[in-house]
């Protein structure tokens, strides 16, 4: 996607030919910055810190990352302690095994100095990979979006989102809003409502700024204002991303995903999920009780950064001093809330033989 008329992927490899450039996205939509990563710790620190944030972009990161350790030290022993500290930098989002185990296989089958040119070969190869899937679930969700289109005679069609699911969360395109884009290049006319998504403001900081640069028009809401606009018929569907996804169809997603698909459900409003095969955990049948849920620091929660009138950036405490609080960062949302599962392979029902559908080769535990 493009940034003041520069197009930008969210990670590369430097003009060095060996370091990593990601953008920081702590520091928008403020300032456009870019990261330099150098060491495995410095990729497992820009995971954890949400340097780079969303699934898929987590996993290529950590793709980069265990190129970055074969530099130090190419040995199996040095491969596995990377393997590990990059694996436990977010619990949620299943692309993070995907990618490491992608990458350790290839790393493996190679020896000697040629492992390092097999790491970044894989690597660049799964950011490709993600590119493309991005670009096929937009084609496949644009059909909707021209559908709802079509049945309002051309008029706005409304979109709700959750979090950020787009370019920014993955290498390129995005997942949920990548539908999106094609609807607006293709002329259709779109407006996304955007939820803030406290506590880290993904919707506004992120999803906005994107829609923005690319001139979708948007809104951006406070979180619990969507089930009102759902009930005055101002949502013509919702639209979110996924950080793992069970072989039966549930999602987890950022913390108020849940409540979004229950208003949805309430008020007749389709409610879709954007998702890459790499999210889907097919080793899970039932997401309430068997995804991990990370649970982040509590200052998230009782602290907000922002700018101010004089253009500084600062960060405030916005809550009563000394008071606890929780910051639970994903929920899940049961597979009979969602209305379809939007791939690259096509759209699906959220159970488990709408999945197989798509998947065909996983009936009998096939490769993903």
Not at 69 to 89: K, P
């Amino acid at each position: 996607m493009k940034i003041d008329g520069i197009h930008y992927r969210t990670i590369w490899v430097a003009d060095d030919g060996w370091s990593v450039e990601v953008i920081d996205q702590t520091r928008l939509p403020h300032e456009f910055a870019v990261a330099r990563l150098e060491t495995v710790e410095d990729a497992a620190r820009a995971i954890k810190d949400m340097l780079v944030r969303g699934a898929p972009l987590i996993g290529a990161t950590a793709a980069y990352g265990l190129c970055l350790a074969l530099r130090q030290d190419a040995s199996d022993e040095a491969l596995d302690r990377a393997y590990d500290m990059l694996l436990a930098t977010r619990p949620t989002a299943v692309n993070l095994k995907y990618s490491l185990d992608a990458m350790r296989g290839a790393i493996r089958a190679a020896s000697g100095n040629a492992r390092i040119e097999a790491a970044y070969a894989c690597a660049a190869r799964l950011c490709d990979e993600d590119v493309e899937i991005c670009r096929r679930i937009g084609e496949n969700g644009l059909r909707i979006i021209r559908g709802l289109s079509e049945a309002k005679e051309g008029k706005t069609v409304n979109i709700l989102t959750h979090c950020n699911a787009g370019w920014l969360a993955c290498v390129d395109w995005g997942t949920a809003l990548a539908p999106i884009y094609m609807a607006h290049d293709e002329g259709i006319a779109v407006h996304v409502w955007v939820d803030e998504t406290r506590p880290r403001n993904q919707g506004a900081s992120l999803s906005a700024f994107e829609l923005g640069a690319h001139g979708v028009p948007h809104t951006i809401l406070p979180d619990n204002a969507g089930g009102h606009l759902m009930q005055h018929g101002q949502v013509d569907m919702c639209i979110v991303g996924t950080d793992r996804t069970t072989a039966t169809g549930d999602v987890a997603n950022k913390i108020g995903t849940y409540l979004k698909a229950l208003a949805a459900d309430a008020n007749g409003v389709p409610f879709y999920v954007a998702l890459p095969h790499t999210t889907i955990d097919w080793d899970l049948s039932d997401g309430v009780r068997e995804i991990e849920i990370e649970q982040r620091s509590p200052r998230e929660v009782t602290h907000m950064t922002g700018r101010t009138e004089e253009g500084e950036i600062v960060t405030v405490e916005i809550s009563a001093p000394g008071s606890p609080a929780a910051n639970y960062g994903f929920d899940v949302t049961p597979a009979r809330y969602v209305t379809g599962l939007i791939t690259e392979r096509g759209v699906a029902p959220a159970s488990r033989e709408g999945l197989l559908t798509l998947y065909p080769e996983r009936r009998h535990g096939g490769s993903k």
